[in-house]
C-alpha cells in the first residue's frame, strides 16, 4: 500500500483501428503503455515528451474520460475505475484541469462570473452573496482585479485568460490540478507570471500537480519529480534535480541538450534530436527509441530494456545502465 495521492499502476491504453463491416479491429495504437507512477500531497510531477508520446491520452485517461484498456488508478485512496458514478462524481471535484490553450477554453459568450462559478454552482450550495464572494476570491488569488467579475473573457489577454482558467479549476478546492502544456499557447513575458503563481498557489493552498509538457526547462522550473515518456512507455523517472543533473536514458540526453543555457553562445552549439517518433502503430521491436538513438546496439532492436533502478528514486530503461 502507498500512502500517495495517485497511484498509477500498470496503466495501458490502446486504441483500436477498426474497417470492414463488422469494425473488427486490424490494428492498435499503443498511445500508453504499461505506465507505473505515484505523487504524493503538496508534489508536482512533471511530465515531459515530444507530441505523440501519450501525454494527452494519459490526461484523458486520468481525469476519467476514457477508459484504460489496462491498469489501474487510485486517486485519494479510490479506485477510479471500480468505484460508483457516485463516487466518482465526488471524486472529479478534487481532480481538475487546466487546459493548454485559455482562448477555446473559456466560453466566449459567458461573464468571468460564470465561467468561474460554474463549478461552484454544479459542486456547492452558495447564496448569491457567498457565491459573488467566492468568484471575487479567487479572481483575487489569481491576480486578477474585482472589477474583471462583470468582463467577458475576450477582454482580456492570453495570461489573463488563463489566470481565469485557473480561478475556475481552484474554486472547488481541488486536491490535484492537471496542468496541461499551461504556457505553451500564451506570450513569453505572461508565461513567467502563470509559472511563478502556480508555484505561489501550490504553496499557498498546499495543492498537487501533475504538469505535462514538452518543455523539459519549464518542467524542471516547477517540479520534484519528472517522468519522461516516449512512444507510449516511460524511459525514465525520478526527482528532478538528478534527472536533470544527471540524466541516464538517451531520450532525457538529447531533450536536454536541446536547451540553450547562459553558456550557449550559438544555435550550432544546440543539438536536436534528428528524425520523428514513430508511428505507436507498429513501434519499434526492442527499445523503442533505438531508430534515433545515437548509443544504439544490437540488443535494442530485439530486446525491450528492463526498468533499471539507479538510486534514491531515479529509473531509466535502457541496455546501457
Ligand atoms: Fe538507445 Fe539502446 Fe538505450 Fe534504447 S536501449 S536508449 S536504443 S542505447
Not at 90 to 110: A, G, K, M, T, Y
Request: with cysteine; glycine share 6%; net charge negative.
Amino acid at each position: 500500500m502507498s500512502d500517495a495521492l495517485l497511484q498509477v499502476s500498470e496503466l495501458t491504453k490502446h486504441f483500436p483501428i477498426t474497417s470492414g463491416f463488422f469494425s473488427r479491429p486490424e490494428a492498435w495504437v499503443r498511445a500508453v503503455d504499461n505506465i507505473n507512477f505515484e505523487v504524493h500531497q503538496g508534489e508536482t510531477l512533471g511530465v515531459v515528451g515530444e507530441s505523440g508520446c501519450g501525454k494527452t491520452t494519459l490526461v484523458n485517461v486520468l481525469l476519467n474520460l476514457i477508459e484504460p484498456t489496462a491498469g489501474q488508478v487510485i486517486f485519494d485512496g479510490i479506485d477510479l475505475f471500480g468505484c460508483s458514478k457516485k463516487k466518482l462524481r465526488e471524486l472529479r471535484q478534487h481532480l481538475q484541469i487546466v487546459f493548454q490553450d485559455p482562448f477555446w477554453s473559456l466560453n466566449p459568450r459567458w461573464l468571468v462570473k460564470d465561467i468561474i462559478g460554474e463549478p461552484l454552482k454544479v459542486h456547492l450550495d452558495l447564496k448569491p452573496g457567498e457565491f459573488i464572494k467566492r468568484v471575487e476570491e479567487l479572481l483575487e488569488m489569481v491576480g486578477l482585479p474585482d472589477d474583471a467579475i462583470y468582463k467577458s473573457p475576450h477582454e482580456f489577454s492570453g495570461g489573463q485568460r488563463q489566470r481565469i482558467a485557473i480561478a475556475r479549476a481552484l474554486g472547488i478546492n481541488p486536491k490535484l490540478l492537471v496542468l496541461d502544456e499551461p504556457t505553451s499557447a500564451i506570450d513569453i513575458f505572461s508565461q513567467a507570471q502563470i509559472l511563478e503563481l502556480l508555484k505561489d498557489l501550490k504553496k499557498r493552498l498546499n495543492l498537487t500537480y501533475i504538469l505535462i509538457s514538452h518543455d523539459l526547462s519549464v518542467v524542471h522550473h516547477m517540479s520534484d519529480k519528472i517522468m519522461v515518456m516516449y512512444l507510449g512507455e516511460v524511459v525514465e523517472y525520478g526527482p528532478a534535480e538528478a534527472i536533470f543533473n544527471r540524466p541516464a536514458h538517451p531520450y532525457t540526453k538529447a531533450l536536454l541538450s536541446a536547451i540553450p543555457d547562459i553558456n550557449t553562445e550559438s544555435l550550432d552549439e544546440i543539438s536536436e534530436l534528428e528524425g520523428n517518433v514513430p508511428s505507436a502503430i507498429n513501434p519499434p521491436i526492442g527499445c523503442r527509441f533505438n531508430t534515433r538513438c545515437s548509443e544504439v546496439m544490437a540488443v535494442c532492436m530485439e530486446k525491450k530494456p528492463a526498468v533499471s533502478d539507479i538510486g534514491s528514486g531515479h529509473t531509466a530503461s535502457c541496455h546501457l545502465l
